[in-house]
């Protein structure tokens, strides 16, 4: 605060300075009037890319026409000064676009076959660039390429200015979606057993859909599914059975979808010959060689994505005769949410890849949602004096579950879901790796609520529980307490 008078001094400086600051500048100017009035006119290079699904790389570009015809993925060049037009065109009704951060180039989205988006820049700087699909998911498993541009680099504030970086790329929550709706599948929605009949030929008709659902409390999330639900309906056949799989890829889909299911013998499980468009119908046909419960998925590039967003479910090959009958059945399957928001954030929570990549989830859920299978809604409930059975399996994609019931012991534990091999008998908690499952039973011999667990425990935090409640008379010879059941401690 000390000082504030001008010093007469100074501000003559100043004013030379800015004079002969200007004198210098002015040469410069006329320079580049001159240059742009030539008959030099600036170079303009055209490229066209298309879109291309199902090649090597699964998702990519095509060129067409000029140098790049044919060529997956190509280079572009340019030289600097050059104004570079790009034309997209969607060579699928899948949601493609294609951006060039550094240049803020951007196609506009294109989710119709044969829609095209233009982008044009001029190339104000030498390097190498990366164009790419924003899409989820379509840049890792194969839509990207370079952009090279040779040349001297400018001079001058002119690169400086556009070398801001792209605001695009900030992460930002949109608001929680208010038509958001309900993705749990109900636990008690298991069709009924098979039981003794000879084979026959079953015809399946499954749709994938992609739906906005409710992740958590305030949160919203897009998911894949298998009929509006995670997982997807429980399928169950018996040992010879030829089933006829119908799959759909509802229209409004902007990702094509697929089916894997491990209870098939032949390429990919069926997903060779379902890789289905937006808006298109697949079929094909199996026959059930091996009794089992098997983990059926959506085998569509990147994988890992269309099974972390929901597409799962188990199908169940009875083995001749059928399985022992028991009260009740339920069905349950366990899977990770990859978001970039953190666990817990409020808002519609976007799908991160490379979350994904480093196997480190923000959710885990029991049938898609946080916590779904502790509501008075999803619940399973059963009585005491029942024998349950529970057909539990793991989507994932990544994390294996320690699956345990807490205050129970598996009466019988058909491991790794082999229905022909002996069950163990009392165990307390089992093993489920991603694309496998398991089927336990147990008797309920005292009343109460009965948490379902992974015993990674750490996950109960993250949204992965279930509640199974027992009603019925007390049985004070196996369990007794004067004291009061408090919330806590399970
Ligand atoms: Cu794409
Ligand atoms: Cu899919």
Redesign the pocket.
């Known amino acids: 605060m000390k000082n504030r008078q001008l010093n007469p001094n100074w501000v003559a400086a100043v004013l030379i300075g800015f004079t002969l600051l200007i004198v210098a500048i002015l040469p410069v100017s006329i320079r580049i009037e001159t240059n742009t009035s030539t008959a030099d006119s600036p170079t303009v290079v055209e490229y066209t890319l298309k879109t291309v699904l199902g090649q090597t790389p699964p998702m990519a570009y095509i060129g067409v026409g000029g140098t790049i015809d044919g060529v997956i993925n190509p280079d572009l060049t340019a030289n600097v000064g050059d104004t570079v037009r790009i034309t997209v065109i969607n060579g699928d009704p899948v949601l493609h676009d294609m951006m060039i951060d550094e240049f803020n180039a951007h196609s506009g989205h294109l989710d119709k076959q044969d829609q095209e988006g233009v982008t044009e820049f001029v190339a104000n700087r030498p390097g190498e660039f990366v164009y790419y699909c924003s899409t989820p998911a379509h840049r890792e498993v194969g839509m990207q390429g370079k952009l090279v541009i040779t040349g001297e680099a400018p001079s001058g504030e002119y690169v400086a200015a556009d070398q801001s970086p792209s605001v695009a790329l900030q992460p930002t929550t949109a608001p929680a979606d208010p038509n958001a709706v309900s993705i749990v599948r109900n636990p008690a929605d298991v069709p009924p057993p098979v039981g003794d009949r000879e084979p026959m030929t079953v015809r399946v008709d499954l749709t ?1 859909v992609e739906v906005v659902g409710q992740l958590a409390d305030g949160a919203t999330f897009s998911y ?1 599914t298998f009929d509006r639900t995670v997982p997807g309906p429980m399928l169950r056949v018996r040992v010879g059975d030829s089933v006829e799989l119908h799959l759909k890829n509802d229209t409004t889909s902007l ?4 089916i894997d299911l491990h209870s098939v013998t032949g390429p990919g499980g069926g997903a060779v010959y379902t890789q289905t468009n937006p808006g298109a119908e697949t079929m094909f046909t199996f026959k059930g060689l091996n009794p089992g419960l098997y983990v059926y998925h ?3 590039p990147s994988v890992a994505h ?1 099974i972390a ?1 929901g ?1 799962y479910g188990l199908i169940l090959v009875e083995p001749e005769g059928g399985l022992p009958p028991v009260d009740k059945e339920f069905y349950m399957m366990q899977g990770e949410i990859y978001t970039a928001q953190p666990f817990g954030t409020a808002g519609h929570l976007d799908f991160s890849h490379a979350k994904m990549l480093d196997e480190d989830p923000e959710y885990f859920v029991f049938n898609g949602a946080s916590m779904a299978l502790t509501t008075d809604e999803y619940a399973l409930r059963a009585n005491v004096g029942d024998t349950v059975r529970i057909f539990f399996g793991v989507g994932g994609p990544n994390a294996t579950s320690s699956f345990h019931v807490i205050g129970e012991i598996f009466d019988r534990v058909y491991d790794q879901a082999s229905l022909t091999a002996s069950p163990l008998t009392d165990v307390q908690t089992t093993l489920v790796p991603p694309g496998g499952a398991t089927m336990v039973e147990f008797a309920l011999e005292v009343p109460g609520r009965y948490i379902l667990v992974d015993h990674a425990l750490a996950r109960l935090e993250r949204g992965l529980a279930g509640y199974l409640y027992a009603e019925g008379a007390d049985a004070p010879d196996i369990f007794h307490s004067e004291g009061e059941a408090s919330s806590a401690g399970h």
């Open positions: 994938a894949f990702f094509p979808h697929s959506c085998a569509t269309h967003n597409m």
